[in-house]
């Protein structure tokens, strides 16, 4: 069962109408963009997890969860966050290189919504998904429930991004397009832009 994305989409539809007005867009279509946006943003970081890059130091250094207990204020813009935990065009440009748009182009035939609002739906997103991470990770560090060893996280995320593909055919090509050995601005798989720059770079 893909836990991780079912969360995170049951938790950012409760605020769809908030993450609308955001980006200036209906809710409904809203509600349907996350559903998408959320697991191709996962298989987005599972291959550099899967390869041990720099994504558990990421997640560990900026990403604690905070942003999900203060999740109304950060889409309103008054959270007391670090830069660094709310920077999603930095973990975009690090996860997906030159692969953004051609995301955004696919979202935006799933969802209906035009491109250009899709741009600013994922950059949106993207510190969220990784806060759920950093709160699943410490849930798990600490005794709680429903956490993971943070060693587990390239396993985590190739199950998210399986079951994510069983439930949800439509965006299986989506989700195929970012694994190993899929392009990116470095010439490489997604995994090495990720182990490279969440490894070696400190402006997340």
């Known amino acids: 069962m893909a836990e991780l994305t079912d969360s995170l989409n049951q938790l950012l539809e409760s ?3 908030q993450i609308g ?3 200036d867009a209906d809710e409904g279509r809203t509600r349907q963009a996350i559903q998408s946006a959320v697991p191709a943003l996962l298989a987005a970081l599972s291959a550099d997890a899967e390869r041990g890059g720099g994504l ?5 250094q900026d990403h604690d969860g905070s942003i ?4 109304s204020e950060y889409l309103n813009g008054s959270a007391q966050l670090s830069p660094r935990t709310t920077n999603g065009s930095g973990i975009l440009d690090h996860a997906l290189g030159d692969r953004q748009e051609p995301m955004a ?3 935006s035939a799933k969802s209906g919504l035009d491109m250009g609002t899709i741009m600013r739906l994922l950059p949106l997103l993207a510190p969220i998904v990784m806060g759920m991470l950093g709160k699943r990770g410490r849930a798990s560090g600490d005794g709680g429930t429903g956490g993971f060893s943070f ?3 390239g396993d985590l995320l190739n199950r998210e991004k399986q079951d994510a593909r069983s439930k949800n055919p439509d965006i299986g090509d989506i989700l195929d397009s970012f694994g190993k050995g899929s392009g990116s601005k470095s ?3 997604i995994g090495d832009v990720l182990g490279g720059l969440f490894g070696g770079r400190g402006d997340r």
């Open 151 to 153: 060693d587990d996280i």
């Open 21 to 23: 007005q955001r980006i």
């Open 187 to 189: 010439g490489g798989g």
């Open 15 to 17: 605020h769809a109408g």
């Open 68 to 71: 999900i207990d203060q999740l």
């Open 56 to 60: 558990k130091q990421a997640i560990a």
């Open 105 to 107: 182009q696919a979202l």
